[in-house]
């Protein structure tokens, strides 16, 4: 790296530790790789010092001791991190030598810590220097490959944005100082438009380009650097944006910007994870029904019934001071302290909920660590403390300064980004010290009230108290209905302006399944409501002591009821629950939040713990299927104009054979043999089903597989149902995937909250593809399963069951409630009536004739 100086508008940063040389892309960290706390360079330390890489103030000091932020005479904030989650060791094995406050000399020493230990503890000692504050300094040079030596070897070149711009070369050659600009017109192609994820793909485009970009769209820009001020610009999908860029590399940078912006990642069709959870058919009150008196309306988020006494959870402000108790240099540290001490809460949640398989809520507070570092909120803070305010006041104004821009716009997304930055102020102003809704004492039975909750109210929860939750605003796909509904908390939002009339205090009944509240009920409505929320349990826990038997018809009939799992942790709930084996293991949970796809041996190893911990049950293991609402950050696939039509399941084979020759692999070395049974997604033919077979049966030959491994194909698009007897030719059985197949056959995506109550699998043309599946499969003697929605809802089973289905396969919780379904079901009155409900002309009457004959409980 050219030794670039002060004259040119540039400053060097040396060397803060001894060692080779990592390019920010390959730390072993996304966090750091993909540049979320600033632009920068890794280096794998030799040695246990680190030293100052410049002149400046200790501004932070991890009280961990594994990092520290420098700030530089020119106003850098420089991080240095050592090594990979070392967070996690408390302290251990690291010993400051500078205290927070002090200056600092380049090469004195800040930090010891002892490279034996912290190796043999973390997962790695990779450091990274970021420069924090990449919105307003930029990286014009860095040291190329190789070993650096601490306080000598200059590391980093900086220049601030928009200094002079006289340019020196690697070569020394000079260059004209005339900055260069570009421009663009781009029409956003991503389902949402410029949503969070685009906009964060966008920002990370832009970094490393000697260029500043700049977005506009109508009478509104913003710089690419920031999330909410993309956000606010309000630009939908197929609007037309101008990108305008300003430096040596600005046409580059443009284009980079202009490639993301126009490029649609699988899974990025809609903004809002875990989108499975909107409100069941008939959760919604039909328009124009009368409410009864003292009865609001609302959608339900999470079912069931609830009584309680209704208690405003939002009323209680944090109400930080406006003006400052001490310096603005001092309030600046308390803010990036809070900020810190949130982002490592934030990632500790992302964790835990990644490990337990709540990718909805992983994606959550994934999204809220993007915008807690955003520069448009930092900096408007940090510009409010530099006129006296408080560092609590100064946040809180900043975050509803951008709420306020995204609330003019008009786009249901950014309602729910507001909602994100809600929740961020919240969580910085409870760092900095200030108590509000968690420090408040609930009654025995609390239904809790607000215009909204964000993930972290819910987090905080006394769970054994809370009996609802009620929101004015909010959606049954917003986060917190997500995190409400995993929790098996019931739910309602949207109810309106009314709910804030309700005094405090007020005993309320809350029917979630039926989108109601009742405000002023009779001592005998609260008896009834108790009662119901009572018989039901009993029902559960009834239904729970005989969920280990097999289970039949009344006139004998065997029906398999199976569950859905994805993590070992749902297999031993499946089991807990009576299920008689696995009907479908999504392996998705293996491939992403991660770096690189999974091993043979991993896959292997994964696969045979689950199969050890189901004693003897088999299971029905699905091949990968990403595509329309997974993503995979390693996999760089085609553009997908429409990813619910490209590239899924088996597709995926035609770009990335070697993830599904892997997968295929590890299966087959599970033991003992026949207890994994091999499903193949989105089957549209034939064709592609004997392919796979003889790769199947290929790889079994390479390990010396004698026994035939069953292999399974699921019927999710209209095709494979109507051509399911030449499938079930060379398939072992079929297995029905109902939520796939329902949107497919009606053109009505499931996501979409709007059509929930329409996109029902007991339209009586998706019946009919379940009947034609089930002759296709009877005409070679195979078994037909289903795995989707419909095998859970008790209006559904009698009619699967009368059209020949002999498994279903559920949630492990609805296990033992299906199982007391079958088992009060006749065998020939359901095959009678499913017939009859074929002839129907809607999901409505299919519904109306199954509740009429068989009711439920």
């Avoid at 001020?229 to 590399?249: H, K, N, P, S, W």
């Avoid at 008939?282 to 409410?291: D, K, N, S, T």
């Avoid at 002023?520 to 929320?533: F, G, V, Y």
């Avoid at 949107?743 to 339209?763: E, I, V």
């Amino acid at each position: 790296m050219d030794p670039m100086n002060a004259a040119h508008g540039r400053f060097v940063l040396t060397a803060p530790l001894s060692g080779p040389v990592v390019p920010l892309a390959s730390v072993p960290d996304p966090v750091f790789a993909e540049g979320l706390f600033g632009d920068g360079i890794g280096i794998d330390p030799l040695e246990g010092r680190m030293v100052a890489p410049c002149d400046g103030t200790v501004t932070h000091l991890a009280r961990t001791g594994h990092a520290v932020t420098l700030q530089t005479a020119e106003g850098a904030e420089v991080l240095v991190h050592i090594g990979i989650d070392t967070v996690e060791l408390n302290g251990d094995g690291f010993t400051a030598r500078v205290e927070q406050g002090a200056q600092v000399r380049r090469g004195d020493l800040l930090i010891e810590f002892d490279v034996d230990a912290i190796a043999c503890r973390a997962p790695s000692l990779v450091s990274v220097v970021a420069i924090a504050n990449s919105d307003a300094f930029e990286v014009v040079g860095r040291a190329e490959a190789g070993d650096v030596r601490a306080g000598v070897t200059p590391l980093l070149a900086l220049r601030a944005r928009g200094a002079a711009t006289e340019v020196v070369a690697t070569e020394a050659v000079a260059v004209s100082s005339v900055e260069t600009e570009a421009r663009r017109s781009v029409t956003l192609s991503h389902a949402g438009g410029l949503h969070a994820r685009p906009a964060a793909r966008a920002r990370e485009a832009a970094r490393g380009f000697d260029a500043r970009v700049e977005v506009r769209y109508r009478d509104r820009n913003a710089a690419v650097e920031s999330i909410v001020g993309l956000l606010a610009l309000g630009a939908a999908q197929g609007a037309t944006i101008e990108l305008v860029g300003i430096g040596r590399d600005a046409q580059k940078a443009i284009d980079a910007v202009a490639d993301e912006l126009t490029r649609e990642a699988a899974g990025e069709a809609n903004e809002t994870p875990a989108r499975q959870l909107s409100p069941a058919p008939g959760a919604v009150r039909q328009a124009g029904e009368p409410l009864p008196p003292n009865t609001l309306a609302g959608v339900c988020a999470a079912p069931g019934v609830a009584v309680g006494a209704l208690v405003r959870w939002d009323d209680a402000e944090l109400a930080p001071p406006e003006l400052a108790s001490g310096t603005s240099a001092a309030e600046s540290r308390l803010l990036d302290n809070a900020i810190a001490s949130v982002d490592a809460e934030l990632n500790s949640s992302v964790r835990a909920a990644s490990q337990r398989g709540a990718i909805g809520e992983a994606g959550i507070f994934t999204m809220h660590r993007v915008l807690l570092e955003d520069p448009t909120l930092i900096d408007a803070a940090r510009d409010l403390i530099s006129l006296g305010k408080s560092a609590g006041f100064a946040w809180r104004d900043a975050i509803r300064t951008q709420i306020a821009v995204l609330g003019q716009v008009d786009d249901p997304l950014l309602a729910e980004r507001a909602a994100d930055l809600r929740d961020i102020e919240k969580r910085v102003l409870r760092a900095l010290g200030y108590a509000g809704t968690t420090a408040r004492a609930l009654p025995d039975e609390a239904v809790l009230a607000a215009d909204e909750f964000t993930p972290s109210d819910l987090a905080t929860l006394d769970r054994s108290r809370v009996t609802a939750l009620v929101m004015a605003r909010g959606g049954a796909t917003s986060h917190a209905a997500i995190i409400a509904r995993q929790a098996g908390i019931p739910a309602l939002v949207a109810v309106g302006d009314a709910l804030h009339a309700i005094p405090e205090g007020t005993q309320i009944v809350v029917d979630a399944s039926a989108g109601r509240i009742e405000y002023a009920p009779s001592a005998l409505d609260i008896e009834r409501a108790r009662l119901e929320r009572s018989r039901l349990a009993g029902v559960r826990e009834a239904n729970r002591r005989t969920s280990q038997l097999a289970v039949a018809t009344r006139d004998g009939r065997a029906i398999e009821v199976a569950a859905n799992i994805a993590t070992l942790d749902d297999a031993s709930i499946a089991v807990e629950n009576g299920a008689d084996a696995v009907g479908l293991l999504r392996t998705e949970l293996l491939f992403i939040h991660r770096q690189a796809a999974p091993s043979v041996e991993e896959h292997r190893q994964s696969y045979q713990s689950i199969v050890d911990t189901l004693a003897g049950r088999t299971a029905i293991i699905r091949t990968l299927d990403v595509g329309a609402d997974k993503e995979v950050d390693y996999l760089t696939l085609p553009p997908e104009p429409n990813p619910a039509l490209g590239l899924r399941g088996i597709r995926l084979a035609q770009v990335r054979p070697d993830l599904l020759d892997d997968q295929l692999r590890g299966l087959l070395a599970v033991q003992p043999a026949g207890a994994v049974r091999i499903l193949l997604p989105m089957v549209t033919d034939v064709g592609e089903l004997v392919r796979l077979r003889e790769r199947i049966d290929a790889f079994a030959r390479e390990l010396g597989r004698a026994d035939a491994i069953e292999v399974g194909v699921m019927i999710e698009v209209p095709s494979a149902a109507l051509l399911a007897d030449q499938l079930a030719r060379h398939a072992d059985f079929l297995s029905i995937g109902t939520n796939d197949l329902t949107q497919y056959t009606l053109a009505m995506d499931r996501c979409q909250a709007n059509l929930a109550a329409q996109a029902d699998g007991l339209h009586p043309a998706v019946l009919r593809l379940v009947d034609a599946t089930v002759q296709g499969a009877q005409k070679h003697g195979k078994w037909v399963g289903v795995c989707g929605a419909l095998a859970g809802d008790p209006l559904a089973v009698p009619l699967l069951v009368g059209l020949g289905v002999t498994e279903l396969s559920v949630d492990p919780v609805s296990v033992p409630t299906v199982k007391a379904r079958v088992r009060n079901l006749d065998y020939q009155l359901c095959r009678q009536r499913a017939q009859d409900a074929l002839a129907l002309e809607s999901a409505q009457s299919v519904r109306a004739a199954s509740r009429e004959i068989w009711p439920l409980d």
